[in-house]
């Protein structure tokens, strides 16, 4: 936190104005934020200019008078681009071309990519050989999707492609800080692995993250009986200990739970982000959004989701019933659940909510076999265990609850493994030690000192796609080849296997995993026939060729998912946590750059997070209350310390965060992550100790008197007010179905002062809806948008400056009291309005009515006025202030999609449905002699979304699932009483609250 | 006080103002043809390239489709330049000394590419798309000229927005049946040799559902 600066505070309102603002609110307001709840003239003013103030000056200290010199030249330049011929440009045919591929059209590739070590089943758009964007695959387990050409995927999936043009990639081998090459490691190694032989590789050591993969975990063990002293060990910080610890305690066996949402009509979620965190997540979320679909005459039912969660989350928000509690007390409540269904479980409290409790046991009891219990990774292993308690006693399990065999190949504990090997390493008898991933000198706790323990040993080698901080103080940092470069395999969450197919050559001099396993057995094979003669081993046959082809072709080795296992309760529940009053920190993987590894991917890191929108940086989070009682307000620095550590770190204030907690993000604070990722945030792996890893009581909190600007976007593109969220509860909605369309006007027709020109009868008409009832803001429409759109990535700087790019946003509204308020999420896209203010304002005529509906922007047509972005009630354009995107960066270049623009500086753009899709739909269908089919289209936020909440297509076709939601009684748009028209409009949130719970909370 | 100026600065004015709005005018016309010159849109000028190829040469003198090198222009957006590999089908076995075609074979030994000059250069903003206009009856003549006259390539039309809106805008007058759209030598003409394209346009247009959009994103995005 070098860059602080020793500003003076802003004096912003006092908690009890805001108090006295939100109780004058009635109960149907929303609110966005705490400043707007304020309602300060700053904020005012911020609203009121659109962009913050210099937000279009040039503000890195450029004089007058270079900026004058600069101009000119520039004007002078743009002038006589007019008259300049166009560049020569080259074709460079293929010598020999590859079969299948047509030039000009894009080959999708059936695949994984494992996050976590489970494998995400993906087809990945190739366009002449350059991987381009990621798709789900419909038919993988983990992200499943019937009938459609794509499946949804999530944010880490999304953003890998860009991780893998990253031009901080490791080139080529580096031994000991200079460039080296493969041969030279070969021999290197040869030599280590000799001197292994003499004793039994009793000084050999391999460290890898979690593996799933069946061929690397065959090799390890060839690897081990080769050396039979030798030691695998495995790291990565996420949580899952407390999951295998859980089941262990339970069942006195490591086992996976899986769980079918489903069939599941009531949930009860102990600090689990089921929807957004995990191996299965895309699957979960579908699953749940599905059982809360109501089609007004056909499905009238749905499903009840009960939270109680340390940190508010993408699931807490979608939540019926959301309680904030420490995480401490997290345990005693599920120790009182599972006491009021008859288990033995003891220390039971419910901290003062048995109405609560009281009402969701019930609701329990009431549906055995049709609810479940899901419990957060981080939370004890107490927990867990208890949950697998109560789903057996509602007979949950077999129904909504699955028990299989461990999906990873070797069920370990991390943090036991890891120290196991820091002690070994620390002793001095470890002479070899390979790293195959992984960051173990930053993402261990405080008190595991990784770094001088590698010291101590002589040999260390790191295979990595990025020198890391660890690979920085390796003897051989070796470069990794990324999952589209390499072939390899790895199960999902349910154990079925996919075969994992590169789509480009290594970019760089890169191996696989498997290939440097191969080189420490001394078989030198590659890693095509290291795999394939895994599986022609597993399951050779006469077939054996014919079945490798399908199985690369649908992307998965058809059952090889793991069968049901039953499994018996041991009657352990661990003994109680003991609350204790006072500051407690809540440790967290960070919602968009995980445990530090996406650090360098620009996407992730101006993503906003969800719920607090903040991006770029991590904070120590603080309710509002708490913040209040400590004498902080948001941006002022503090001193986090506990069981002997501190970090200071900027305040964050966030409603609906229980009282006491502060809850920090780990995955920020990299050193050496590379150009994006280097100094940003706060390491608060410092403050972590492995005794107390995901929570730790008896914090301690002190003001420094530093403030630090966070870049929040909660306030940017502000539309003020007007009923853009509507909600009801589903008993409200079915008595009094017009109550949705109550709450806003539509101008009728003839209100129309440009005498209906948008309301084309003939051809298609192109309109989309999103449904807020499914929508749990987990941000992978952003990415997906970024990704297909080529949408830059602009900076911290720039988005303090509101000059954030994305072209679909994700708003976020608040409704209620502070402590606990409903959360609602509203992703907005370009509302492509029948009536479009943007339109008739632009002086060049750069944006225009298409027949079928859409705001068409010519990107080359614009010379930035910015007027269509001014009167545009929505907010949805984005102006490209400076030039953002990197044109000199060759290896990004390759990763663009070569179907949209790339636009420059002064440029206004946004979104058009994915333009780009439809004309390439339309033409496949036109040249094919058919017509276009409702489902032939697929926009990418669509496609990507994990809830089906969007859906597109053609408003003029009656029968098309777009005109059929748009028919719904929850179908409203925004702003509408402007006579907008917009063709994307909304489905209202419903909640099914209990009516037990008097105040809903 | 004394008149400024005499009486025939007034002539002066007027002449003055005249010329100005002359000079403007012409200005503008200059600047708005000069990108419909051939030579700034470099029509009908033929390009050095790294192998002399002819189109005359091989499409009127041997025959061939249009096609057999140009394999993806009835599916994608892109004709496709042939690989070397096509090149060799007949030049492994005819012409195989030429000291014309060394870098073809150069290029098949070594696997290097050869780099061919663009001659069709659409602005990078701009989206065409082959296969749509070829299964609506835009023959490969229409825009490309006598290819099959062409010893080197050059272009035909300006390739101007100007050029394609024509046409977007009035499709009857340029579309052919759908079978000749590969035919170099096909015209709008019947057995007595009078033009009948007025007619047969207007029946293609119907028949084939031509229906060319000209909003904007049709070809900018």
């Known amino acids: 936190m070098s860059s602080m600066t020793r ?53 890195d200290g450029l004089g007058r008078r270079k900026f004058i010199q600069l101009m000119g030249a520039s004007l002078a330049f743009a002038g006589l681009t007019a008259c300049t011929r166009q560049p020569k440009e080259l074709i460079v045919p293929y010598v020999r071309a590859p079969e299948l591929m047509v030039p000009g059209k894009p080959l999708y590739f059936a695949s994984a990519i494992s996050q976590g070590g489970f494998a995400r089943g993906v087809l990945v758009e190739s366009h002449m050989g350059r991987p381009t964007k990621i798709e789900g695959n419909p038919s993988h387990p983990s992200n499943p999707r019937e009938g459609a050409k794509f499946g949804p995927t999530d944010i880490f999936t999304q953003a890998t492609i860009l991780d893998l043009y990253d031009p901080d990639r490791t080139q080529v081998p580096i031994w000991n800080a200079k460039p080296s090459t493969w041969t030279r490691f070969r021999g290197s190694l040869a030599t280590e692995m000799a001197k292994l032989d003499l004793d039994q590789g009793a000084g050999l050591r391999l460290l890898t993250e979690t593996v799933t993969s069946p061929t690397l975990a065959a090799q390890i063990q060839d690897l081990l009986k080769k050396y039979p002293k030798a030691m695998w060990h495995q790291y990565e910080p996420n949580g899952r200990d407390n999951v295998r610890a859980g089941a262990q305690m339970a069942f006195g066996e490591v086992v996976e739970t899986q769980y079918d949402f489903g069939k599941a009509k009531r949930v009860l979620s102990l600090d689990s982000d089921f929807t957004a965190v995990g191996s299965a997540s895309v699957r979960y979320a579908g699953q749940f959004a599905e059982g809360r679909r109501i089609e007004d005459g056909q499905k009238n039912e749905m499903n009840r989701l009960y939270v109680v969660e340390s940190v508010p989350s993408n699931t807490g928000a979608v939540a019926d019933h959301r309680l904030p509690l420490k995480g401490s007390q997290i345990d005693g409540v599920a120790r009182a659940i599972a006491q009021a269904l008859g288990i033995n479980a003891g220390g039971g409290n419910t901290y003062g909510h048995d109405v609560w409790v009281n009402a969701l046991v019930k609701d329990l009891k009431a549906h055995q076999g049709e609810s479940l219990v899901i419990v957060g990774d981080h939370q004890s292993p107490s927990v867990h265990a208890l949950a697998h308690a109560i789903n057996h006693t509602l007979g949950n399990v077999g129904k909504t609850v699955k028990h299989t065999a461990a999906v990873e190949a070797s069920p370990v504990d991390h943090q036991a493994s890891l120290n196991g090997l820091v002690s070994d390493m620390s002793a001095g008898t470890v002479s070899l ?9 930053y993402n261990t706790p405080s008190d595991i000192d990784f770094k001088n323990a590698l010291k101590k040993v002589p040999t260390t080698i790191h295979l990595g796609q990025a020198l890391n901080e660890t690979s920085q103080l390796c003897n051989w940092h070796l470069p990794e080849s990324h999952a589209l470069e390499a072939w390899s395999d790895a199960r ?121 929108r903040l991006t770029w940086d991590n904070a120590a989070l603080l309710s509002p209350a708490t913040a209040e009682k400590l004498g902080v307000k948001d941006d002022d620095v503090i001193d986090v310390a506990v069981n002997g550590h501190s970090v200071a770190l900027p305040v964050w204030r966030m409603p609906g965060l229980p009282a006491d907690t502060v809850t920090v993000h780990l995955g920020y604070g990299r050193t050496v992550a590379g150009r994006v990722g280097n100094g940003v945030g706060v390491n608060a792996y410092a403050l972590q100790t492995s005794n107390a890893l995901w929570q730790a009581q008896e914090a301690s909190v002190s003001k420094t008197g530093q403030t630090y600007k966070l870049a929040c976007t909660q306030d940017h593109w502000y539309m003020e007010g007007r009923g853009l969220v509507r909600t009801g509860t589903l008993e409200d909605y079915t008595h009094h179905p017009h109550m949705i369309h109550e709450m806003g006007h539509v101008p009728g027709e003839d209100a129309n002062f440009f005498n209906g020109i948008h309301t084309s009868e003939e051809g298609h008409a192109w309109g989309m809806t999103i449904d807020l009832n499914a929508c749990n803001g987990c941000n992978a429409c952003t990415v997906a948008c970024q990704s297909e759109n080529n949408i830059p990535v602009v900076g911290k700087e720039q988005v303090l400056n509101g000059r954030e790019m994305h072209w679909i946003r994700i708003d976020r509204y608040f409704k209620g009291s502070l402590e606990n308020p409903e959360l609602y999420n509203q992703p907005v896209p370009c509302m492509q309005c029948e009536n479009a203010p943007c339109e008739v304002v632009c002086p060049v005529g750069a944006t225009t009515h298409s027949a079928e509906g859409l705001n068409d922007m010519a990107y080359n047509r614009c010379v930035g006025t910015r007027y269509c972005s001014n009167n545009c009630p929505y907010k949805v354009r984005r102006f490209n202030f400076l030039h953002y995107s990197d044109d000199h960066t060759e290896s990004l270049k390759l990763g663009r999609n070569p179907n949209v623009t790339v636009r420059g500086r002064g440029v206004m753009e946004k979104c058009t449905y994915c333009t780009q899709r439809i004309s390439a739909a339309r033409i496949t269908a036109k040249v094919g002699g058919q017509e276009l089919k409702d489902g032939d289209i697929t926009t990418a936020c669509q496609g990507v979304c994990p809830t089906n909440a969007i859906t597109f297509g053609d408003i003029n076709d009656p029968n098309s699932n777009v005109s059929k939601l748009k028919k719904q009684n929850r179908n409203y748009g925004l702003i509408t009483e402007l006579n907008t028209r917009p063709r994307t409009t909304y489905l209202a949130r419903l909640t099914n609250p209990n009516s037990e719970i008097a105040q809903h909370g | 006080m004394a008149q400024l100026f005499s009486r025939s600065s007034n002539a002066f004015a007027r002449t003055s103002i005249v010329l100005v709005l002359i000079l403007v005018g012409t200005a503008i016309t200059i600047l708005l043809n000069t990108n419909r010159l051939k030579y700034t849109s470099d029509v009908e000028v033929a390009k050095q390239q790294p192998v002399p190829f002819s189109h005359k040469h091989h499409v009127t003198g041997i025959g061939l489709d249009c096609r057999y090198c140009h394999t993806s222009v009835e599916e994608s957006s892109f004709a496709n330049i042939p690989p070397v590999e096509t090149c060799m089908t007949c030049h492994s076995q005819i012409w195989t000394e030429s000291p014309l075609l060394e870098p073809i074979r150069e290029s098949y030994r070594t696997d290097k590419p050869i780099e061919w000059v663009r001659i069709h250069d659409l602005p990078d903003f701009v989206y065409f798309d082959h296969s749509i206009h070829l299964s609506k009856g835009v023959g490969c003549q229409t825009c490309h000229g006598q290819v099959d006259q062409m010893p080197l390539m050059w272009k035909a039309n300006t390739l101007n927005m100007e050029w394609c809106i024509e046409c977007h805008r009035a499709p009857e007058k340029f579309v052919r049946p759908k079978e000749e759209v590969f035919n170099m030598t096909w015209q709008a003409v019947d057995d007595q040799g009078h033009n009948i394209q007025a007619v047969l346009g207007a029946r293609l247009v119907k028949e084939y559902k031509i229906n060319p959009s000209t909003d904007c994103s049709t070809c900018h995005r």
């Open chain 1, 7 to 59: 500003t003076a505070h802003k004096d912003g309102l006092e908690l009890a104005v805001i108090q006295e603002r939100l109780s004058g609110k009635d109960g149907q307001d929303y609110w966005r934020s705490l400043n707007e709840l304020a309602d300060t003239e700053e904020f005012q003013e911020y609203v009121h200019r659109e962009f913050p103030e210099g937000a279009s000056e040039l503000s």
């Open chain 1, 433 to 441: 030690l390979v790293m195959v991933g992984g960051n173990p000198v």
């Open chain 1, 492 to 612: 999902a969450f349910d154990g079925t296997v996919s075969i994992v197919q590169p789509l480009i050559e290594p970019l760089y001099s890169a191996q696989s995993a498997h290939e440097v396993l191969a080189m420490m057995l001394g078989d030198g094979r590659q890693g095509y026939a290291i795999v394939k003669e895994y599986w022609q081993a597993q399951r050779g046959g006469a077939t054996f060729d014919n079945d490798w082809q399908t199985w690369l072709h649908d992307g998965l080795i058809p059952n090889t998912a793991l069968a049901a296992k039953s499994v018996r309760l041991k009657g352990n529940y661990g003994s109680p946590v003991s609350s204790l009053d006072g500051l407690e920190v809540a440790f967290r993987l960070d919602p968009t750059i995980g445990d530090g590894r996406y650090a360098n991917n620009g996407w992730l890191q101006e993503l906003p997070k969800p719920n607090t």
